[in-house]
């Protein structure tokens, strides 16, 4: 089946620094990334989706500056929180669309990110 | 925009017992998906629902895909302490739009 390897799983950073996170699709074409973050308890919510090749599509209320994505080819995809901060702490996902697979295999998610702003 | 309405929003359960978490929209939807996600991890896909009224089984799960296009349920029979997790159901507009979420039914399982 698809795979999707998100890294790292998890990382802890100090405040003002940036962190790159990265999401690889193993055996697919990710022609769409979407970027999700959830915070404890809560559902995921959606930050951007990005096409390879083209600039990502940014959710109202996430900073573009911020939260850098970068798609540049059809099997890696990453973000990078810029001037990290605290608040910026939380649980960051990626998923993968493959427009040529069948829809119940075409949304394929990575297992996650852990940041940890100090 | 557009809403998932998931409940429970938790659940603790004997093992052994069977649970039942649906989802509801004012909004009309083409395809509905359950997905579970362990504790740090990201979710994975249970089923898939895509025509109205369809009742589809994954060993010990079941969901079904409501007849108004606006619900969906997802029940889990005899329970073990492995289904302990958070539930999610989702769905889309179209193939490449993102997916929306509902809020999640953590599932807690006493052995």
């Known amino acids: 089946g698809a795979v999707v390897s998100q890294h790292p799983s998890r990382v802890i950073c100090k405040s003002g620094t940036s962190v790159k996170i990265e999401c690889r699709s193993l055996?697919?074409?990710?022609?769409?990334m979407f970027w999700y973050r959830q915070f404890p308890k809560q559902s995921l919510m959606l930050m951007a989706t990005?096409?390879?090749?083209?600039?990502?599509?940014?959710e109202q209320g996430v900073e573009k500056d911020k939260f850098l994505i970068n798609h540049a080819s059809l099997t890696l995809s990453t973000l990078t929180v810029t001037s990290a901060h605290p608040e910026d702490s939380s649980f960051y996902i990626c998923?993968?669309?493959?427009?040529?697979?069948?829809?119940?295999?075409?949304?394929?998610f990575g297992s996650g990110t852990r940041l940890t702003v100090v | 925009g557009q809403q998932l309405n998931q409940s429970p929003q938790s659940m603790f359960i004997q093992e052994g017992e069977d649970v039942s978490m649906n989802c509801t929209s004012s909004?009309?939807?083409?395809?509905w998906l359950w997905y579970k996600q362990d504790p740090g991890e990201g979710p994975v896909l249970l089923i898939a629902?895509?025509?109205?009224?369809e009742l589809t089984s994954n060993g010990r799960l079941t969901a079904q895909f409501g007849i108004t296009r606006k619900d969906s349920f997802l029940n889990i029979s005899a329970s073990i302490p492995s289904d302990v997790g958070i539930y999610f159901c989702?769905?889309?507009?179209?193939?490449?739009?993102?997916?929306?979420f509902g809020k999640g039914t953590r599932l807690s399982v006493i052995a």
């Open positions: 909004s009309i939807f083409n395809t």
């Open positions: 055996d697919f074409q990710a022609t769409t």
């Open positions: 629902l895509y025509k109205a009224g």
């Open positions: 989702a769905s889309l507009v179209s193939g490449n739009t993102p997916l929306v």
């Open positions: 990005s096409n390879e090749g083209s600039k990502a599509t940014y």
């Open positions: 998923s993968a669309r493959d427009r040529g697979r069948a829809l119940e295999n075409g949304y394929t």
